[in-house]
């Protein structure tokens, strides 16, 4: 197992000066730099205007997010590469995952209801509870996780 | 310290004995990348105690695998008629445990002084 391969963030420039806002990054599938996109999208959260609170719900479900990646798609490989991309729009956050590890298993992204003295499980229940929208869908080679946040007072959509 | 090892150095425990208690100071986050180190500490340190204080109040973040680890090291402090007592849980890591549905298993106190006395 290598853990030396990890990736800077990467910023792109905006689409335009009213356009969505969105930055992307690539990395590897290493757990030490959770820290380093932890405090990627707490900035984020915090520029946006986001409530503390809000800040760290959705800060810990990006972590979890990507830890799950990590520990089931590339089963703790360090060297795989992730890539996240987050589209600020006018109503909601949007962050796209895409790996090309192993398929997720259906069953766990339904976040199965706790149980107290579980060990596991307790990530994707997470994701569920904090973010408004959870898609996972498997492609040609790689799987696409979209996390979505609306901002406070927005309309969701049907 | 700087490169990939500065960074892997997010957490950090250290034990000490109080009245024949064990009590660990963690420092820093806790997340999938550093929660073994923690299991393992607390685990040990749970051997050689009748009960386990956990200080946070250094510790900024916790995700579901420290929480898991918390929950794996009270079932083994149960099953041998144990205590484990955390305090000075900031904001963050009450929300995860709120969020987890966990703030009623644990016994949680604001001060180490208080931890003491459960």
């Known amino acids: 197992m290598s853990c030396n391969q990890g990736s800077a963030p990467e910023l792109l420039p905006t689409q335009a000066a009213n356009g969505p806002l969105k930055f992307q990054m690539r990395l590897a599938s290493d757990p030490r730099l959770l820290p380093v996109v932890r405090s990627t999208v707490s900035e984020l959260a915090t520029a946006l205007g986001l409530e503390d609170s809000q800040c760290r719900n959705i800060t810990l479900a990006i972590d979890e997010a990507l830890s799950n990646l990590i520990r089931h798609a590339y089963k703790n490989e360090c060297n795989h590469e992730i890539e996240l991309t987050c589209q600020v729009q006018a109503d909601c956050l949007e962050f796209t995952f895409i790996d090309r590890g192993e398929p997720a298993d259906p069953a766990r992204i339904c976040a199965e209801p706790l149980d107290e003295v579980a060990l596991g499980g307790r990530g994707t229940h997470l994701i569920r509870q904090i973010m408004d929208e959870v898609h996972y869908e498997r492609l040609a080679d790689h799987n696409r996780l979209r996390l979505k946040k609306y901002m406070p007072g927005a309309r969701r959509e049907a | ?118």
């Open chain 2, 1 to 118: 310290m700087n490169g990939p090892e500065a960074i892997a150095r997010t957490m950090k425990t250290s034990t000490r004995q109080h009245s024949g208690n064990t009590i660990v100071d963690v420092t820093g986050d806790i997340d999938m990348g550093t929660s073994p180190g923690l299991r393992k500490t607390l685990l040990e340190s749970l051997k050689a105690t009748p009960r386990l204080v956990v200080n946070f109040r250094k510790v900024r973040y916790i995700d579901s695998s420290g929480i898991a680890s918390l929950v794996e090291v009270l079932m083994k402090a149960r099953n041998s008629k144990k205590q484990l007592v955390l305090f000075g849980l900031n904001k963050t890591v009450q929300e995860v445990l709120q969020l987890t549905r966990l703030t009623t298993i644990f016994e949680i106190r604001e001060t180490e002084e208080e931890a003491l006395k459960v």
